[in-house]
């Protein structure tokens, strides 16, 4: 099987991966980028320099919906991400005792 040099993931996918990386376990939440922007003067020679932007993504994350965002925009962590159980907290930590 060859081996994965990229692999790519769906705003909903990120938001998901996102929501359980934070912890977070209730409200409705959306994708959050920020930009940078820079002007300047660009080209390949000094002589066909012309006006131009650089935009950069700083900081990908999440924030809380407000009311009035799509919901088609958003997850519901207490579906992707729901808390555990005190049980199955235990159960995790409990190791199967040896059959002998």
């Known amino acids: 099987m060859p081996e994965a040099n990229q692999y790519t993931f769906a705003n909903k996918e990120l ?5 359980k990386q ?10 959050l980028v920020t930009f940078a922007f820079s002007a300047g003067n660009f080209g390949p020679s000094s ?15 999440i924030q809380r919906a407000q009311a009035d965002t799509p919901v088609e925009m958003t997850l519901d962590a207490k579906k992707v991400n729901p ?18």
């Open 15 to 19: 938001l998901e991966l996102l929501i």
């Open 22 to 31: 934070a912890d977070v376990h209730d409200g409705r939440w959306t994708l």
């Open 47 to 61: 002589d066909q320099m012309l006006p131009g932007a650089v935009t950069a993504i700083q900081h990908v994350g």
């Open 83 to 100: 808390r555990r159980t005190a049980r199955a907290k235990r159960g995790k930590a409990e190791k199967p005792s040896s059959p002998n």
